[in-house]
């Protein structure tokens, strides 16, 4: 058996792309409890998301935490499932058919797939689609604004994995991370005012999944990204200091994450106000379990019967205009010095003294 994939170039400069390869962590393919079973062991089993070695971490997963979480995460997710499926799912793959229409009004051809990190559709099917569609360049386009090792990261090694497994590799470019760009502000900005125009000016809370404060202390940037953006789109929105703040969501576990904590500042707000408040997410590029039910269903809940008046939650930037087009900024920029160039006649392809 042959180790390697056979991915032969593509000949027929008709059929050539330049592939873009979206992104996300992914998500069960059904809201039941043994559809999130499998999700969780994938996911919880990447090195990158749990650092512990295996043999000590493995054991508690599967003797431990799959047992128990799953059926609660199911209930979860039955919370938030539209008649469509998961709405990440749904949200990133009407995403890639507006940014592969955007595209395409250009010069260059282009195929445009959605990967999960987890879950379906997988990284390396969504590769082989690319490959399938005449991809011979790709841009890998993580879509989480904010570097971190266990999102952007995480993606790189499942990319790279695959392709250790084809014979014909392809040139590949990796987004690593965009929180200062500046149509991405603008389109969380518009986000935002929009929201506002619906539902009335309030503070402002931007909330960011955590991760462990140990990460940042060996080095990831991902907290200072999270701060940098959270700066930036207070300034695109005038708001002075006491009219936003930010805190990190999604904690899991026992040790210390980075702070201060979602549900800490609900609590805090809820007793001492700011009592009406307005919730956005930006490091979330698609509406998820995370910010349909942490946040809009039981943060608000919580929030409430704490003593809280109103919170709103502004959807994540999902299937906006605004989002594609920067997605096809970011490309663009990637793929500039590429050109689909027409192969040179068989006669053209070496000087004559090389040629045998």
Known sequence: MTR????????????????????NTGT????????????????????????????LWLPI?????????PRRSAHLYRKIWTSEGSPQLVFMQRLARKLAAMLERGTERFAVQVGMCYGDPSIPAALAALRQAGAERIVVLPLFPQYAGVTTASAFDRVTAELRRWRCVPEVRFVHGYHTEPRYVEALQQSVLEHWK????????????????????????????????????ASALSLEAGEWSLSFQSRFGREAWLQPYTVDVLRRYAANGPKKLSVVCPGFAADCLETLEEIEIT??????????????????????????????????????????????????????????
Request: charge should be positive.
């Open 198 to 233: 619906k539902s009335g000016r309030t503070h402002l809370l931007m909330s960011f999944h955590s991760m462990p404060a140990r990460c940042v202390a060996k080095g990831d940037p991902y907290r200072s990204n999270c701060e940098e953006t959270a700066r930036l789109l």
């Open 28 to 55: 069960p393919n059904d809201p039941t409890t043994p559809g999130v079973r499998r999700f969780l062991a994938q996911m919880l089993s990447d090195p990158r998301l749990v650092e512990l070695p295996r043999m």
């Open 299 to 356: 943060g608000r809940a919580q929030f409430l019967q704490a003593g809280g008046e109103s919170l709103s939650y502004v959807a994540a930037l999902n299937d906006r205009d605004t989002h594609a087009r920067l997605l096809v900024d970011l490309v663009t920029r990637q793929c500039a010095d590429w050109a689909t160039a027409r192969p040179l006649a068989p006669a053209q392809q070496q000087p004559a003294s090389l040629r045998a």
């Open 61 to 69: 997963l599967h003797g431990v935490i799959l047992r128990v979480r």
């Open 4 to 23: 390697y994939l056979n991915t032969s170039p593509v000949s027929d400069i008709a059929s050539r792309r330049i592939g873009v390869l979206l992104v």
